[in-house]
């Protein structure tokens, strides 16, 4: 499994022939003009190979950035979780995507190839989401924002 960090929390994993991109915010600005990368970014958008799948976290701009996702191919897949209210969902519609793939706490997603992703929810009351990948050797937890309590990820250790 390769992971490259693109900066703050947009990763690009490489497993099993599959490209996920997490949390993609590669385009300066965001939050209405107050956020800037620093260091600025090596890499931007139209800098990444074809993807496979776009996992989002959850909405906060720095997370979900629609003038990134503008440049993004709109038959990739989408993964978020299934939250109740359907809002982050209709907002990735809205941008053009339309495989957004909805993904249960606890379920185990196949992306193909022998690599697979988990969606975590948080120990919080609001809506956002972990993922955990697994190509049968390596896992890789990307938290990011999602906060998790000590028996959470004891329990994701086991």
Not at 8 to 21: D, K, N, Q, T
Not at 28 to 54: I, Q
Not at 79 to 106: M, P, Q, S, V, Y
Not at 127 to 141: K, P
Request: charged fraction near 20%; charge should be negative; glycine fraction near 8%.
């Amino acid at each position: 499994m390769n992971v490259t960090y693109l900066g703050h929390a947009a990763i690009l994993v490489e497993a099993c022939g599959r490209l996920i991109l997490m949390d993609p915010w590669l385009n300066d600005p965001t939050y209405h003009g107050a956020w800037w990368h620093f260091p600025p970014l090596a890499l931007g958008v139209r800098d990444l190979p074809p993807l496979d799948y776009v996992y989002v976290s959850h909405e906060h701009p720095d997370h979900f950035d629609p003038p990134t996702l503008a440049h993004i191919d709109k038959n990739v897949e989408i993964l978020i979780a299934n939250f109740g209210r359907k809002r982050f969902r209709n907002r990735l519609a809205a941008l053009g995507f339309h495989r957004i793939t909805e993904i249960d706490f606890g379920q185990t997603f196949d992306c193909g190839g022998g690599l697979r992703a988990r969606l975590v929810a948080p120990d919080r009351p609001w809506d956002d989401s972990a993922i955990l990948l697994s190509d049968g050797t390596t896992n890789v937890l990307n938290v990011n924002d999602c906060h998790l309590d000590d028996a959470t990820l004891s329990r994701l250790g086991d």
